[in-house]
């Protein structure tokens, strides 16, 4: 049986029905809410062979959920002359959309469309006995998205960041297969994040898309760690298999001599190995060859160890206190919205290291997978996080289960980075009873799903106490202060209060400072949306905040100025301009020099220390 015999079935099945139902039909998505595609299904392609389904789709907007009202994908997919009866949508007919994309970015007219999207691309299908399991992967698609193969649902994802995998094995037929994926980019209360937050509300399927064949028993996830017990002489692996059986994973880490075999029961295996590898770091990222196999399915990995932990208030690397100097950064550009390209993180990441930068804030939910991986590389540590954003409905259990979600498919994807040290549970979230409990929940499942690293959120400061204070600081690692005098609060008096009346037990980032500035306009110091005033606004905020002994870092508001609607003064236009480089990636503000002689200077400071000279 084939897409056409499949679809031909649906066809004569619903001729007897009514052909206006569906515009009464105001219950119309909920079939297509459940089952949910989860973390749980997430299988890491990148480290495997696969098959691109990048470039050209099929691709129809739909205002009015008519794909759903009208059950297009039950249409037997037929050139329009054979239709049985007429018909609002024509799969084959469409629209080419080249993927990844934002549809957001690619014609005017479509650039505020809110709404749902369809995607349609016919599969070859060749069975293969040796790997009869084939998955969907998908990077990331804003915001929820509706699998659909040959007329039958499969699952539906929520979260816009995050990728997901979905199992199409027991409805793909040898030859034709037609493949649709209904993508929703509808800002709503009980999402995540809500309906009001400060970027751009991009629409699409704007990250990778892969089928993946596997064995009937494959390695769903794995991992391998440095202890954290401080001893640096043992690795932990993690391995979780496909189906809750008994199988053998080998281990094989070249540059350790290690060959190990796993004894996986009922599906997991966790298992501590002697070792003494060479730390990664910023100085030294060091990455080792990481190989598991199971049978003919093999997972490779380059994988750096390295320990990150706190002491009172500091937090240490390998044993090391140290400084976290970073900067803020939307995964954002004018031309391409959403879609991230290697070139353009390599442009970031060399733009921050220029600034003196160790270390990057990736704001404000899980940007693209080789971000983390180029930062391995490359010796950057960052902070990662999912967009519990400013008024959540935390009293809602589907918002949470929803965040809960997106955060395990964000540790799941990179609990094997060594440069992510830190994950980010919420921004700028008023002090609740719901909200503690929300949070909490959180940080129990971020330590739940990877005990190695630490857990940070953006806090407000208590306005009545003027102090850091927030309930939520008991349940996290790392103190995340959003923080805009000089700007939002123009008198500096309020910060030097504040750094004041704080006595903190934990470790304080400054994770959000700055202000406006429009590129090429200058004036006073006292001049609103000038460069000078942004540079005076981070000269100020850096004279004082690396006086206060309890700050272990730094990330200001931001490295390039990204799109936001919020912001419509005759200076911002759309645009968000706290960058210290305009959104072209390339025009740099006076505070750019501002920020980077503190950073650069930091460094030679800790170097001294360090290699103190000694007179002849």
Not at 474 to 479: G, K, Q, R
């Amino acid at each position: 049986m084939n897409a056409h015999t499949t679809n031909a079935n649906n066809d004569a099945k619903h001729s007897a029905v009514d052909p206006f139902a569906h515009l009464h039909d105001e219950d119309y998505a909920q079939s297509t809410n459940t089952p949910t595609i989860g973390a749980d299904t997430l299988v890491d392609w990148s480290t495997r062979a696969h098959l691109p389904l990048d470039g050209p789709w099929h691709f129809t907007l739909d205002l009015f959920d008519e794909g759903l009202r009208q059950k297009w994908y039950q249409d037997t997919p037929l050139p329009a002359p054979q239709w049985p009866k007429p018909r609002d949508y024509d799969a084959g007919q469409g629209l080419v959309l080249n993927l990844p994309a934002c549809w957001t970015t690619q014609r005017p007219e479509w650039r505020y469309f809110e709404g749902a999207a369809w995607y349609t691309r016919m599969l070859t299908h060749v069975p293969d006995a040796a790997r009869p399991r084939t998955l969907l992967c998908v990077g990331a698609a804003n915001y929820q998205s509706r699998v659909f193969l040959n007329g039958s649902f499969l699952g539906t994802h929520l979260g816009g960041s995050t990728p997901f995998c979905v199992e199409l094995s027991a409805h793909l037929h040898a030859g034709e297969n037609r493949l649709q994926i209904q993508v929703d980019n509808r800002r709503e209360r009980q999402r995540v994040p809500m309906q009001h937050f400060d970027w751009f509300n991009h629409g699409g399927i704007y990250r990778e898309v892969a089928l993946l064949h596997l064995p009937a028993l494959f390695i769903r996830d794995a991992s391998v760690q440095l202890q954290p017990d401080g001893s640096y002489q043992h690795l932990v692996a993690d391995v979780t298999l496909s189906d809750a059986v008994d199988a053998d994973v080998e281990l094989r880490i070249a540059g350790l001599g290690i060959a190990h075999t796993i004894r996986v029961r009922a599906g997991h295996a966790k298992v501590v190995l002697p070792a003494q590898p060479r730390l990664w770091s910023p100085e030294d990222p060091y990455r080792y060859q990481v190989e598991f196999r199971l049978g003919e399915d093999v997972v490779r990995d380059l994988v750096g160890f390295r320990e990150i932990r706190t002491v009172g208030q500091r937090i240490l690397l390998n044993g090391q206190s140290i400084y976290l100097k970073g900067i803020c950064v939307h995964e954002d550009d004018a031309d391409l919205g959403k879609v991230s390209t290697e070139q353009d993180v390599r442009r970031r990441f060399a733009d921050a290291r220029e600034l003196g930068c160790n270390f990057l804030r990736l704001s404000h939910y899980p940007h693209h997978a080789h971000v983390a991986r180029i930062a391995d590389e490359l010796g950057f540590l960052l902070w990662e996080e999912i967009p519990v954003y400013w008024a959540i409905a935390f009293a809602n259990p589907a918002t949470l289960a929803d965040a809960r979600n997106q955060l395990a498919e964000l540790v799941r994807r990179d609990r094997n980075r060594a440069s992510v040290i830190l994950w980010g549970v919420g921004n700028e979230n008023e002090d609740s009873d719901a909200r503690l409990a929300f949070m909490r929940e959180l940080a129990d499942t971020a330590r739940a799903h990877d005990a190695t690293r630490l857990i940070a959120a953006a806090c407000l400061i208590n306005r009545q106490k003027f102090c850091i204070e927030d309930r939520l600081t008991e349940h996290i690692d790392v103190i995340g202060i959003n923080e805009y005098f000089g700007w939002y609060e123009p008198d500096f008096s309020g910060l030097d209060r504040l750094l004041h009346a704080s006595a903190p037990d934990k470790p304080v980032l400054i994770s959000e400072t700055g202000a406006d500035a429009l590129a090429g306009h200058h004036g006073r110091t006292n001049e609103f949306f000038t460069e000078e005033c942004q540079a005076h606004v981070f000269e100020q905020q850096i004279e004082r905040l690396s006086k206060a002994p309890y700050i272990c870092g730094m990330t200001p508001w931001l490295l390039y100025d990204f799109r936001s609607e919020r912001r419509q003064t005759v200076f911002n236009q759309g645009f968000n301009r706290k960058g210290l480089i305009a959104e072209d990636k390339t025009t740099r503000k006076l505070a750019f020099d501002v920020l980077a002689n503190f950073y650069h200077q930091h460094k030679q400071a800790q170097e001294r220390q360090q290699h103190p000279s000694h007179p002849p």
